[in-house]
């Protein structure tokens, strides 16, 4: 079973049509404190590319918590990782809170398909990862190149900008089909902005 044959059966639940590659995991992993990291969060693990990144820059203290909606895809991750710090939950991103049981997180690693989503979808998920970040927590989430002019794209980058304090945005990686760039924010010490 590939993430080709997922999106075909499911495409309103899987975003990409390949798994994303190992430079893309590299860069959505690197820069963002995962190796003094107590406690992740990744929405939308799929096949685990980004799933294999975190873990290999943990500590073997720290714990995962995998969150992934197509229930196909959240029981081969769990059969496929023998990991003990890694907790694979067949459940929504939206519920976030209570899928990493209310505890604050110092990292959220994003593969969903924002473009795709409602914008009020997309808020509510950002409002859950804001809520469970501690303080100077760090998000990151991937763009396809192509899109990034879009509407959604737009959107999803201004809902960013009212919710983190620190926004970057990674070169290019090419070695990825399609082309992406990642998202980075760092949560901010107060409540987002009004106009969200």
């Known amino acids: 079973m590939s993430i080709t044959t997922e999106f075909l059966r499911r495409p309103l639940m899987t975003g990409a049509v390949v798994a994303s590659s190992r430079r893309l995991a590299y ?7 995962l190796e003094q990291a107590r406690t992740v969060a990744e929405l939308g693990p799929g096949t685990g590319v980004f799933t294999d990144a975190i873990l290999a820059r943990l500590t073997p203290d720290a714990r995962l918590v995998a969150i992934e909606l197509n229930p196909v895809l959240a029981a081969r991750l769990s059969a496929t990782r023998r990991d003990p710090r890694l907790t694979v939950v067949q459940g929504t991103a939206a519920e976030l809170a209570a899928e990493v049981g209310y505890e604050l997180v110092d990292a959220v690693v994003s593969g969903l ?4 989503m409602p914008q009020d979808r997309r808020g509510h998920i950002l409002d859950a990862v804001t809520e469970v970040l501690a303080p100077g927590g760090r998000f990151t989430t991937f763009a396809y190149l192509h899109a990034a002019w879009t509407p959604p794209a737009r959107d999803f980058a201004a809902q960013l900008a009212c919710r983190f304090d ?10 990825n089909i399609p082309p992406a760039f990642v998202h980075r924010a760092t949560k901010r ?3 987002r902005h009004p106009w969200c």
């Open 27 to 33: 860069a959505m992993t690197e820069g963002i404190g």
């Open 113 to 116: 398909p924002w473009t795709v």
């Open 166 to 175: 620190r926004l970057e945005r990674s070169k290019a990686v090419w070695a």
């Open 189 to 191: 010490g107060k409540d």
